[in-house]
């Protein structure tokens, strides 16, 4: 089968279960393409070629990224099979749900889905100290059975049965009415970091990792590495300086940096 998967990665877990399910597919001799989406790959469009569509995703405040229901919006399923997977930290409120019901609107068949658990990005570069507890016990959450998920998602995916529709979670309503009221009192609460980013020129290195890293191209190196507000505070070029040279105000001095490396 032409298998097209398209998924959305700040940090980096989702690109890393990403490349397993590519890796997966190959070997049971698919043909896979495999592209991260951005804005700019959105706007081009896709490539309509492809039998099986799959679509990976990082959950941000329970839901998917919009960046998918934008590419979703832009698709006609021709009642194609669609995957789904996604990474989380903790829960994933009704993400898969909503996601899933967008992608029958837009005329696919959904077939099959898996949430995988890995470290959650922002809580270890808000909250976890550099060697403390909390950094080994949330840096040891992943999914321990990653590629048992994995082949049981292609196995459906092969098989192409219609998939249930996940179960609406039982806090959703704990979510809506409290959870969101307070994220949207204060404007998301993440969208307070828009403007603290801030590189330090005595430890950057002008790798260039940052700027070409960024999802949004909200970083330039202009004399110094500087930062736009058009940011999703995915925490991509914070996570990933070589030299942690990235700071969120005074809110992350100190804090974990959560390489990509330490996912291989
Ligand atoms: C802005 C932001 C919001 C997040 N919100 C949630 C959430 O609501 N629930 C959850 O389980 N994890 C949440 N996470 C953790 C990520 O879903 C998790 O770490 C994921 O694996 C990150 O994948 P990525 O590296 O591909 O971006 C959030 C992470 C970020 C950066
Ligand atoms: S990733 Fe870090 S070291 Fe590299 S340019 Fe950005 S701030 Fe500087
Ligand atoms: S500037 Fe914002 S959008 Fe860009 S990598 Fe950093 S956190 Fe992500």
């Keep these: 089968m032409k298998i097209a998967i398209r998924y959305y ?7 890393f279960v990403a490349k397993k399910i590519t890796k997966a597919l190959k070997q049971n001799s698919h043909r896979v393409s495999s592209v991260k989406v951005s804005e700019e790959s959105n706007r081009e469009g896709i490539d309509d070629d492809f039998d099986v569509l799959g679509i990976g995703f990082p959950i941000y405040f329970r839901e998917a990224p919009e960046l998918l229901f934008d590419l979703l919006k832009r698709m006609e399923g021709k009642k194609r099979p669609v995957f789904f997977f996604t990474t989380k930290g903790l829960y994933s409120g009704d993400a898969m749900k909503n996601i899933m019901a967008f992608s029958v609107d837009q005329n696919f068949s959904p077939v099959s889905f898996a949430e995988f658990f ?5 809580f270890l570069i808000l909250f976890a100290k550099k060697d403390s507890l909390m950094e080994r016990v949330l840096k040891r959450i992943h999914s321990r059975d990653i590629d ?34 307070f994220e949207n009192k204060y404007d998301n609460h993440h969208r307070a970091y828009i403007g603290q980013f801030h590189s330090n020129p005595e430890t950057c290195i002008e790798c260039m990792k940052c700027v070409n ?11 110094h590495i500087d930062f736009g507000e058009s940011c999703d505070v995915c925490f991509n070029c914070i996570h990933n300086c070589p030299t942690d040279a990235i700071d969120i105000g005074k809110i992350t001095a100190g804090n974990v940096r959560y390489k990509k490396v330490e996912l291989l």
């Design 9 to 15: 990665s700040g940090a980096g877990n989702t690109k």
């Design 118 to 122: 890995m470290p959650g990005t922002d």
């Design 148 to 181: 048992k998920k994995v082949a049981e998602l292609i196995r459906k995916v092969e098989g192409a049965l219609p998939a249930k529709t996940p179960r609406q979670k039982w806090y959703t309503d704990f979510d809506e009415r409290v959870v969101k009221y």
């Design 213 to 223: 890293g960024c999802p949004r191209h909200n970083i330039v190196l202009d004399g």
